[in-house]
């Protein structure tokens, strides 16, 4: 890593884009949302990833949320980009551009169309990082990309210039437990977790922090949760861990699989006034009958926020 | 269909994309792979498919691929257009474009990014079928966009107007076997077959007509298995498929898995002086002494094609 | 292969295994279904295969089907037994038990419980063949199996003495297509096929034969078929797939899958008082709704066999 | 659960199988093995389970594996023992042989070679538990079964009478963390994970132990470890996991996946004398030279075991 970087830590949350319509970026909401989870305390942000739907967005809305984000977020914590694309050039310019407004990190998941094998991936990787102008944190999520980062290609990324930290999103346990054995002397490589459930015990487990999507709709929970496991509190963590679950349970589990993640806690935070719920294509938003069991059930979680809808 | 959708059958080659160098796109390589491809007597061709790289090309490259290639081709045969994106409005945008350059079809497969169900899919199709100013060939390829086409929503789509044909490049002939019993009474609606090794068998069953990425460089071969396919001629097909599997072996089998057809069949063209192999990034070329061996295997296959290199 | 061995080719039935009860093997039943499948013209019968819910049953009555089978056949037709086990004593034994009967081959799938690396797969098929007394037909079967017969193993073990075949079950016709390649010279090498799908354009393409399920129930039907590719009738293949998809879907389709196959053509051959539809554990038999769309769709099918429930 | 049935937790060692040839049991090695996990101070003895090759084993030698180990555990520590089988009959028979022993609880999974739905796999599991003169403990492992045991049947199996706990070998921690949450209320029925890669954090988070292969190596370091696990001790578990993968690196990796791990336990038990690294088929013991270097890992491994040869 360079000196530059920012030392990454904690709950990094994968902001969802606020949208009024096909290719309408909701700009007051998108200011709303920000505050709301800066407010639960977390240490960093993270725009245009999976959760944020970037890949559905027009590179026009793209730049919309980074400039904005950028400007509304100002400096109170660490700003990254998510410029995964299947273009080389087009990453290449939105960090560019993310650049230009002051981002902390883009992070950079492989191009996601055709499947190539590990060397073009290490190769890949190196010379984006090499040309890129902000630091580069590394984005495992095979069940998008299809090509997984290899423990092999992990270990050889580590070390490569401007390259400063790793989000796994795979849910596999055994291979996070490698790459946290491979960067136990590293203290300047921090290790993220994908998947809000697996949170507490990468933590517990020596891992550096989550980006929780969660977090866009209770932010405060995700922090404690990872203050509990930092602390190795293991009775609080169990309970935490039941709320997290429910939440998942509750809010993702409503809309069909493979996307009720996305659609439930875009519907919920529709719910509690935050945003609307419309998704960029080919995602839709949930039916009627399937938004009324999300608001039902966001009651029943009595969460820390007001459900206003 | 529509009434001016054309009836499209036959050898539709994916034709590949002639780079000199990041976003640099070989126009004279191009005016060259696309008469040397119409030389052999094909029925269509087919620009800015996963052959032809396309989502790892910048926008400007794409329009310049459509513009080149509608002109070059000149109505010779019909043109099809790719427009996967993962963006809706990129989509749109290049099939508009298309439509302007006098392009016949595009190609669509679903986003390839978010995985998503296939109530969100046939939406995807069918919104984008009556918005789209040009006829839509559907395209399933799984192993590139993870959400696969099931059969049931191949079913709805075929009667969605605008839709006018469906490739499947997912190599399951049970899969397959489905759609030609689906289609049995459409003689307007055509299916074409992804890998070309399955080109032979899938004619012989009812199939219309395949999308055969050798024939970038032995076009001829393929126009000659499909018409002994339809002809019935049972002996020939036996011999003509074995030249077509070595022809995988010797070219496509060099390179590592998974991405080795692709490079094969560009280092392959490089040799016989068709265009550069240069590949969008992830891909890179060939390693010096694959180059080598797929030169000697070139020879060894004694293709009706001059190896200059 | 031996000089000893049959030459297989053509429709071989993989035949039920019909049971009153639990390890309660149904003697009148067997030998009117072989007496059925015979009947129908078939070229060799196969006992103790998947479709024979063979791994669910007793040694004991795996045994009774060999001997009653045995004898009922009576050299009519060639006898080939499925000795497939997790344990190698098993498999042998049993093997030599269809010795003593006269049985006149037997099939060997892979040990199926720990999934294990192809140099084991090898050694293990060369040192069965030479251990065993009957010849041996390999069968790849990975979704029952999860370890495949490679193609680098099955080149292998194609000159092993004593292997004498391969059924392929796979689906996989990109697959199949390379083992057509590998025996093109080998015609003392017969290839057969699993599903009954694929029966045609396998013959087409130039294999041998299937083990087709639904010859328990119409073996005629698939003795017609088999007899359409080899003679290159491509028309009456047509009309007969599509017969064939038709009990597929009307048949196979009506359970759950993955087992709807199996449970869907014993419940047919119930309905036409072949056999009672008592399934091995774990599989039970289907419920009493699903029992009578079968029946209805039996006689919607319109089968050259009288429907007796 | 019924009364009777022992309260299981804590380190449940898989034990491998000690033979000298096919079907030879080693009865030296067996007693000499037990001895050697006991004294690590195990919780509880689990034989003839995936460790343990079980099926790959003749009835016979499974038998003798249950009489012998009753005898010389006699009592010391529970004794499990896996039935799982595809004959319904042959495990209900080893659960019988099993109850005249003494053995306090059988180990069962799905059977592993036809795929089925999860109604049969209820139905079959609570048959089983009716019918079985000991309690049953459920056993997760796709990897082998295929077929999973999903949350909606394990929620249904839970309280089913005569089954008194759950192993996890798929890895999963989402799915684990589902069990979890399940069980919280249910200190009567415990939760077991495989892969000892995870034994710390599923404990961590509320798991009751694991079943580790590498146990029968060194009981005590995964004894340590739970203990450490359960005591909360963050510090000591991150310390000790790192023994735990460099065993796990260093000895299952050198073998060629997916048996390295069986192959590799055995050949570094027979290096420290505890038994011979004969293998039951399919599986062949390591070659020479990856033998040696089991050898020379084991001894840089630096374990409280002294190498022998």
Redesign the interface.
């Known amino acids: 890593m360079t000196d530059a970087a920012p030392l990454l830590q904690g709950i990094i949350p994968p902001m969802i884009t606020p949208l009024t319509g ?2 309408q970026l909701d700009h007051a909401a998108l200011d709303r949302v920000i505050d709301h989870i800066i407010g639960g305390g977390v240490h960093a942000l993270f725009v245009l990833g ?1 959760t944020g ?1 970037a ?5 026009d809305v793209q730049r919309e949320v980074v400039e904005r984000s950028a400007k509304h977020v100002n400096g109170r914590v660490p700003l990254l980009v998510g410029v995964t694309d ?5 990453s290449l310019e939105l960090a560019q551009f993310s650049a230009d407004y002051g981002v902390d990190a883009v992070v950079l998941a ?8 590990q ?3 290490t ?2 990787f190196a ?1 984006f990082a090499a040309e890129c102008p902000l630091p580069v944190v590394l984005y495992n999520i095979p ?2 990309c ?1 090509v997984s980062i290899s423990l092999d290609s992990a270990r050889e990324l580590m070390d490569v210039p401007n390259i400063i930290g790793f989000k796994d999103s795979s ?4 291979y996070y ?2 790459l946290i ?1 491979m960067t ?1 002397e590293r203290d300047d490589f921090p290790l993220f977790m994908g ?1 809000e ?2 949170l ?2 990468s933590v ?3 891992g550096n922090g989550g980006v929780c999507g969660g977090a866009n709709l209770v932010p405060s929970l995700y922090v404690e949760m990872y203050d509990a496991a930092v602390a ?1 509190d ?2 609080l ?2 309970r935490l ?2 709320r997290i ?1 429910r939440i998942a349970e509750k809010l993702y589990g409503v809309g ?4 009720g993640y ?1 659609k439930g806690i875009k519907c919920a935070m529709s719910h509690v006034g935050l945003c609307s719920d419309h998704m ?5 938003r949930l039916t009627d009958d399937k938004r009324q069991t999300i608001e039902r059930n966001l009651r029943e979680l009595e969460l820390p926020i007001e459900v206003t809808s």
């Open positions: 096909r290719d999976s739907e890949p559905s967005l027009s590179t299947t273009s080389y050039s087009r492989p191009p996601y169309y055709t499947p190539f094998h060397d073009d991936l190769r890949y010379e069940s998008h299809k849910g596999d346990m055994l437990g490698q054995k136990e998947p459930q697996l507490a015990e517990l487990m020596g190795g293991v009775r963590v169990h861990q039941q679950l069909d699989p493979p996307s996305l960029a294509e080919p995602l839709h």
